[in-house]
């Protein structure tokens, strides 16, 4: 069974992600898989684009997670989307000395539900895990994580708004 991490950077994947390999569980990060795939990359963004079609196509499932910002776009079994508060993004990101229009970017991606999004395009809600980072550490998020995996906690998505943030231009 493949599980996709996914979420919007800073959302605590990477953290998160290494948890759960240093619990025992298979985790390939998709930054390692995406190499021969760039097509070119985007200074102003200060990013690589990826022929993610191409990428999705040619991945080979594996039996374990994948983590990553695009994992939800691949055939998995189970996703979840890491979510965190907008004002708690824009502090997370602001050590990674990113320009401060990908800060904006990336916060008002997650404002606008854009991962989530995609991620129900092209799977069901019952196999979909929206989980807030905003207050958790990594060890609780990886306890949920193994739960949805296992069947232990059920699928649950849409119920995270943060269009007052938005609103805010926080």
Not at 11 to 35: C, M, N, P, W
Not at 78 to 95: I, S, T
Not at 98 to 126: C, M, R
Request: charged letters at 30%; glycine letters at 8%; aromatic letters at 4%.
């Amino acid at each position: 069974m493949m599980t996709g991490v996914t979420g919007t950077p800073g959302t605590g994947k990477t953290s998160i992600a290494a948890e759960l390999a240093q619990r025992g569980h298979r985790v390939v990060r998709l930054t390692d898989t995406v190499k021969p795939y760039i097509i070119e990359e985007d200074h102003c963004r200060e990013t690589l684009v990826v022929d993610v079609d191409r990428w999705a196509a040619e991945f080979k499932p594996v039996d374990g997670i994948v983590e990553g910002h695009l994992a939800h776009l691949l055939s998995c079994d189970r996703v979840v989307v890491l979510r965190c508060r907008p004002d708690v993004l824009r502090e997370r990101l602001a050590p990674r000395d990113y320009p401060s229009e990908k800060v904006a970017e990336n916060v008002e991606a997650e404002a606008l539900d854009v991962i989530l999004i995609e991620t129900l395009e092209g799977h069901p809600d019952e196999h979909v895990l929206e989980l807030d980072t905003t207050h958790l550490n990594v060890g609780e998020c990886a306890d949920r994580i193994e739960r949805f995996i296992r069947g232990e906690l059920p699928a649950s998505c849409g119920s995270i708004d943060w269009t007052d943030y938005l609103e805010l231009g926080t």
